[in-house]
């Protein structure tokens, strides 16, 4: 039962693989290894994309995160790309954020002092100074002001 | 469109198939939510089993740390020399050159002998009788660092080469007379790949000894050079460093056993595995990837993540408790001759490290720069401060775990059976290799070179 499941892992994995379901682009980190088998050799990664959007914890502001680093890897200092709009779907042009982040199972926080740099205009800012030095989850907070109000979100994702 | 469709049916499949794969195979550590993960990043059993089945997942987890992916050495932006042949071969001359010293017997060879893989062998290093607080480093493969020294205080090879040949206790001597006699005694060389030489002449304002150190005499005699002075000096002092910097950063890592397997499980060829590494060493590389924990902090090619982790370290007898990072963080910031300084090549875009510094959080208290592995096997004693002799006492350490005080520790006791612990010694022993360097740069260098 174990062999013809795993057997059957496999086919379906060649299928994923010739189907582009897993691309370097989309994957993270992804090499093709010896038998023709796309492997992530990075010791951690994630997609440039890979966070949904998300609603901050009052529902004042819906932010995105996207990475430049595309995949995310780990041992790279790197920037990111953020995007904020009000509840009605309006950019936020005028925020300001503050950055924070870590590895609450482990105690730490980012290896690095992370923060935004640059207000790219249309709600994008840039986010310079991430770095992830292990594999495992990792949370990015961000505590955003505009216009006299206040309100925070954390996004939580895996680098493997 | 069909193609999407597929795709689309066959992810539905997959997702399914691994839903039952994992509930038949075990235990499956679950991902954050809002997070989907690959099939091959799962936790799943190589059906073949046995001492070198490998999952994919393990078997990339085991490609991240060879050599194969270690990318070529970037260059330097801090440094325009660095990566200059002619540079490279004054470096060289400069690294074995004991004139760097006031009595004539130090040089960074002193501590850096190419026969013990760059390091010294020794607890902490000592050239004159007397301990320096630290351990020496190896230089193989540290050209791909972020940071230096144990804590970190400075952030290029260059600079970092600079401060041995102020420091009482190491080379002893200043820059003012280390830069004299550098342009006496390689005044072609250094005019070849610098500017013309400034003329340091007039005592007066070139006092043959000045450095802006603790001792009061050399500080009095820098404090009575104008600024200007001083940069001329600064300038050459720091051309000193990058031409050892050029040479120093060409030594890097060979290529190991280990990663002779790593191409074998890359390939997922068992035979070939087999005839690498013993069972025994094939079960420490399991523990170093999985249970031991190991890569979340020795990771990628170099076997290190270039940060700086505290992991509880006892004290030598009679020192007192060592800051490590937190005090580095500080010096680093504050040194003329660090990335954003006026004596760096770089431009303020390239100096992203020193921008984006962490210097606040407690877990810099106590934190020291996680060394790389290779050649670990041959670079005893241990740690920062060389508390451990050998590898048994590296891994009882870590079996332990003790709390550290101050600050926090980043280890959880491994609790390793002595089997394991021997397994996990006999894989790290099998990241030894003779550096990766042109032969003569392995030597001191042939006269009149």
Known sequence: MRVCLSVCLLTLAYIAGACNMVTPDQGGGMEMDGEGMEMDMSGGSMAADALEPQTTENSLFSVSAVSSLDPVVINETHAWTLHIENADGDAVTEADISVEGGMPEHNHGFPTAPRVTENLGNGDYLLEGMRFNMGGVWVLTLEISSGGESDSVTFEFELN | ?449
């Not at chain 2, 523990?287 to 924990?293: K, P």
């Open chain 2, 1 to 449: 469109m069909r193609r999407i469709g597929l795709a689309v049916a066959a992810a539905v499949l997959l997702i399914l198939v691994s839903g039952a794969a994992l509930v038949l195979f075990g235990p499956f550590r679950e991902g954050p939510a809002g997070v989907v993960r690959t099939f091959l990043g799962g936790g799943e059993r190589s059906p073949a089993g046995g001492a070198h089945g490998w999952t994919a997942a393990e078997r990339g987890l085991i490609a991240s740390l060879s050599i194969d992916q270690l990318p070529p050495l970037a260059p330097d932006p801090s440094n325009a020399v660095g990566d200059d042949p002619a540079a490279v071969a004054f470096g060289h001359a400069l690294f074995f050159d004991s004139g760097l010293s006031p009595d004539g017997t130090v040089s960074c060879s002193s501590c850096h002998v190419p026969e013990l893989y760059f390091t010294d062998g020794k607890v902490r290093a000592n050239v004159r009788g007397a301990d320096t607080p630290r351990h020496t480093p190896t230089i193989v493969g540290i050209g791909y660092s972020d940071w230096y020294y144990w804590d970190g205080r400075k952030d290029s090879q260059w600079a970092q080469a600079l401060a041995p040949q102020e420091a009482a206790i190491e080379h002893g001597g200043n820059r003012v007379a280390h830069t004299l006699y550098v342009l006496d005694n390689y005044r072609s060389q250094y005019e070849a790949l610098f500017v013309r030489a400034p003329d340091l002449s007039d005592e007066t304002r070139f006092p043959l000894n000045a450095a802006p150190v603790e001792d009061a005499l050399l500080r009095a005699a820098w404090d009575e050079m104008t600024e200007a002075d001083q940069n001329t000096v600064n300038h050459v002092f720091a051309d000193i460093g990058k031409s050892i910097a050029a040479y120093s950063r060409r030594i890097l890592p060979g290529r190991s056993r280990f990663d002779d397997y790593a191409a074998a499980a890359i390939a997922n060829d068992q035979g070939r595995m087999g005839e690498i590494f013993s069972a025994e060493e094939a079960a420490g590389l399991r523990l170093f990837i999985g249970d031991g924990q190991c890569t979340d902090c020795h990771n990628g090619p170099l076997f290190t993540n270039g940060t700086f982790h505290n992991i509880g370290l006892p004290l030598p007898e009679g020192s007192s408790f060592d800051q490590g990072r937190s005090l580095g963080t500080l010096k680093v910031v504050d040194d003329a001759f660090n990335c954003l300084g006026a004596f760096s090549d770089a431009g303020e875009e390239d100096c992203v490290e020193l921008r984006f510094i962490k210097m606040a959080g407690d877990e810099l208290v106590g934190a020291f720069k996680v060394p790389g592995l290779r050649n670990v096997g041959n670079t005893a004693p241990y740690m920062h401060n060389g508390i451990f002799p050998d590898l048994d006492a590296v891994i009882r350490h870590y079996n332990h775990a003790p709390p550290a005080f101050p600050g926090h520790s980043d280890l959880v006791p491994l609790a390793l059976t002595v089997e394991q612990s021997d397994a996990l010694k006999a894989f790290l022993l099998t990241l030894s290799a003779a550096p990766d360097a042109p032969p003569e740069l392995l030597q001191a260098p042939e006269r009149g070179e």
